[in-house]
């Protein structure tokens, strides 16, 4: 049961109470200072906050992060495999060849899709699947 507005307001409802943007996306890794090194230097991500076994990087904004954190022994994610993660870039090619010049490993090179962009999986050094793509119409900016 919805609880409404609970300040009470007589406004009407305009468009409101939608997701608008994804604010964060976290990935499990081993190492901390590895994987800082990785997302920064291979990446270009930049540093917003560490506190411990938790860091987030990304754009000076609050919304769009990747967070990266060293999971407890209870934890159920561990290190590895899809995140689910779609990284978008302005030219698939350029990236792909960058990334390969700093030791990124590809599970799948960049490849054309029957959408029409180009989409490729890259692994961090944890072995997490990060996926870029590359539309032809839509998310450029």
């Given at each position: 049961m919805p609880i409404g507005d609970p300040m009470g307001s007589n406004e009407p409802l305009l468009e409101k109470g939608r997701l608008t943007r994804v604010w964060m996306t976290t990935v499990p890794v081993s190492n901390m200072d590895d994987a800082l090194e990785f997302y920064m230097e291979a990446l270009g991500l930049e540093l917003r906050r560490r506190e411990g076994d938790w860091a987030e990087l990304g754009p000076n904004e609050p919304l769009g992060k990747v967070a990266l954190y060293v999971p407890g022994k209870n934890d159920v994610?561990?290190?590895g495999g899809p995140t689910g993660i779609v990284f978008s870039c302005d030219s698939m090619y350029d990236l792909h060849r960058e990334l390969v010049d700093e030791g990124v490993v590809f599970k799948m090179k960049p490849e054309k899709q029957p959408w029409g962009g180009l989409l490729a999986?890259?692994?961090d050094e944890d072995g997490n699947e990060?996926?870029?793509?590359e539309h032809p119409d839509r998310y450029r900016k």
């Open positions: 994610r561990k290190p999986i890259f692994l990060l996926m870029v793509m």
